[in-house]
């Protein structure tokens, strides 16, 4: 039937006599989830809904401060969910997915455990600490799952540490050097991740790609964003050039494999800044008029290039 | 979208299996050149309409700065000439390159309007106001017809339509509202092609109004969920939410009738309501299930992902809010667990042993 896409179907059903039993049945072979797609679908959905709310169930009993139980029940109690987990992850002859979706359960239990330890050490539920130990541990699990929703749980509690660790611990640190480290942790990770996957040595899904690019890109504004508006530092300078690197890196990458979010975002980035610089030079009203058309003018200017750059690639792939 | 060298190809086959099938040739042939290279890019889009409240913004503060706002009648020739040339704009060219551009003068427009209209020399009521923009936008969607505009549209209309109930304090309606808007997005999604071959207008529209009803929807049901933050105290809101029950067994039956899965057919039903039947007071679990199953069966990955984020959203609020000892709730989550645990360990069987037959 040839490769069509929703967007042909809305286009020849305007401008045409199609009957809409025809439509519906075009849109239901070419466009519409079919029935393994569906099966998948509602494995999935009960799956996670299943250790989800379990694990959820087990979190919220442990949160319960129930102090009839010995300290020691409570962490044997603990150990032995994660534990049980782990070895039905280990010996299970069930599917791929469920042993997978059960590691990220035992994954937060983890986190139950090292928060139940703390209750009981009065260590606190929410010191930086307690996460380190967390992603630590977590390590080995994450590198073996092969699990995209695992990794990003890792990559959300290193940035935590982080975050925690700045608040917490390091009062001499500033706000820009929290950025730079953040900035820099993550663009680490995000090469790592495109390295593998270019080299094929893992697979790892676009949508992770994207999230974590848009965090980096994120911090990256962010944080030269409120560098503006204060005095000059070397950590900023330094995120200054590393975000100028980065982001001529991820064009190019961009460039390469024919794809236009990256240089979207760091588009729109790039503009999010230059405002920011303007607003620092005037505040006047004048300012503003020259702002309001900059921003039309350059996203103008970005959509049509991106526009004609897969205008162009689409002539290659048919040329 | 694909390739117009695909399309040809698919119009001829078209054409073979019914000889009556006639097309406009120049008219899809100009409709991709028009579009091609990105018409329908999710982040184009996106960009599109960030880059035009961020210019809005920016060009607001110039008018008040400016000191522009004074005269009533001078603010309303402004917005009038902004709202105008948004729409011409988008109107006359179709472009998507030239969306920020158009978003820009139309939202600035109509948000000059609004301030021009409740202002100290005018001060005419908010709700007056809200049918105004209502109609003000509905002129646009139907005269500038292009994605962006539109869909920003579907929203105003939306948040007008809650700004009317709200401060009217009419927060029974807002139940029916709720209810209403989920038919709505339900029969907007399933009845996909019925609307395409409807007219050249609907065509045009179906997809900007589909993903701002859907986004309309879950604002509303978000209100329920929220009622604890908002200050807004609704009702337990039962009547949106048995209506969502209905509109989702009613997707799962076209669903169970397009895969011919014959077998099993009312025993789903009466399984799937019984699952919602304790959700019967969140509608905004259910209207995010209602989302999530849309997207899924007409595979639009827009709505997918509003519907899994919300639902996600909503399932930890809700617990988080609920009024019962941590002991009882832990004791409620273990049980639906387990509950959709032994569900998929008996469905799995089913669907495996359908897969070998």
Request: net charge positive; with cysteine.
């Amino acid at each position: 039937m040839g490769d069509i896409g929703r967007e042909d179907i809305h286009i020849i059903g305007k401008h045409s006599n199609w009957q809409a039993g025809e439509i519906d049945k075009a849109l239901k072979r070419s466009i519409y989830n079919d029935k393994p797609s569906w099966r998948r679908f509602i494995r999935i959905l009960l799956i996670t809904l299943g250790v989800g709310f379990t694990v959820s169930g087990i979190v919220f009993f442990f949160a319960y401060n129930w102090a009839d139980l010995h300290k020691f029940a409570k962490l044997i109690l603990v150990q032995g969910l994660v534990l049980g987990a782990a070895g039905f992850v280990i010996f299970s002859k069930s599917g791929m997915l469920i042993r997978q979706v059960t590691l990220t359960g035992a994954a937060i239990l983890t986190g139950v455990l090292f928060a139940v330890f703390g209750q009981v050490y009065q260590t606190g539920a929410n010191a930086y600490d307690f996460f380190l130990a967390w992603t630590i541990f977590l390590t080995l699990w994450v590198l073996v799952s092969g699990f995209p929703p695992l990794w990003l749980l890792f990559i959300i509690l290193i940035n935590t540490t982080l975050i925690l660790y700045y608040q917490q611990v390091t009062y001499h640190w500033s706000e820009q050097l929290i950025n730079l480290i953040l900035f820099t942790l993550n663009v680490l990770i995000l090469t790592g991740l495109t390295m593998l996957s270019k080299r094929r040595k893992l697979q790892v899904p676009e949508w992770l790609l994207h999230v974590l690019a848009l965090w980096v890109v994120s911090v990256a504004t962010y944080g030269i964003c409120t560098g503006i508006f204060k005095k000059a530092s070397v950590p900023f300078i330094v995120l200054i050039v590393l975000t100028v690197i980065c982001y001529g890196a991820g064009v190019r990458l961009a460039l390469q494999e024919k794809r236009i979010f990256y240089p979207a975002i760091i588009s729109f980035s790039l503009i999010i800044i230059i405002t920011c610089f303007l607003i620092d030079v005037s505040t006047n009203e004048g300012m503003f008029l020259i702002i309001s058309g900059f921003v039309v003018g350059s996203v103008t200017l970005v959509v049509k290039k991106l526009m004609d750059l897969q205008k162009s690639w689409q002539d290659e792939v048919k040329g | 979208m694909k390739s117009k060298d695909n399309t040809n190809r698919f119009l001829e086959s078209l054409k073979e299996q019914d000889p009556s099938f006639e097309w406009k040739e120049e008219a899809i042939a100009a409709e991709y050149r028009t579009n091609e290279g990105g018409g329908t890019s999710l982040i184009l889009s996106v960009l599109s309409i960030l880059g035009g409240i961020l210019a809005t913004l920016a060009f607001l503060g110039f008018v008040f700065m400016a000191g522009l706002y004074k005269s009533v009648a001078g603010q309303i020739a402004l917005s009038m000439t902004l709202i105008g040339f948004g729409i011409w704009l988008s109107r006359q060219y179709g472009r998507v390159f030239l969306d920020t551009l158009s978003v820009t003068g139309f939202i600035s427009g109509l948000m000059l309007l609004v301030m021009a209209l409740v202002s100290y020399e005018l001060d005419l009521s908010s709700s007056f106001v809200s049918v105004i923009t209502i109609v003000v936008s509905l002129i646009a969607i139907a005269l500038a017809q292009t994605r962006v505009l539109t869909f920003i549209c579907v929203l105003i209309i939306n948040g007008c339509m809650l700004q009317l109930i709200l401060s009217n304090f009419a927060y029974g309606i807002l139940d029916i509202f709720t209810a209403g808007m989920a038919v709505l997005v339900t029969l907007v999604y399933v009845n996909e092609a019925k609307i395409i071959a409807a007219g050249p207008l609907p065509a045009s529209l179906y997809s900007p109004v589909s993903i701002g009803l859907a986004l309309s929807f879950v604002s509303c049901f978000a209100f329920f969920g929220l009622q604890r933050y908002t200050g807004i105290s609704l009702s337990n809101g039962w009547i949106p939410s048995i209506v969502i029950i209905v509109a989702i067994l009613y997707v799962v039956y076209r669903v169970l009738y397009t895969l011919h899965a014959t077998k099993f057919r009312y025993a789903i039903l009466v399984a799937v309501a019984l699952v919602l039947l304790p959700a019967a007071f969140a509608p905004a679990i259910t209207g995010s299930l209602l989302v999530l199953l849309l997207g899924f069966y007409v595979n639009h990955k827009t709505t997918f992902v509003l519907g899994i984020l919300s639902f996600i959203y909503f399932v930890i609020q809700y617990y988080y809010d609920l009024e019962l000892t941590l002991l009882v709730k832990s004791i409620v989550m273990f049980a639906s667990g387990i509950l959709f645990l032994l569900l998929y360990f008996f469905t799995n069987k089913k669907l495996a042993a359908d897969e070998k037959i």
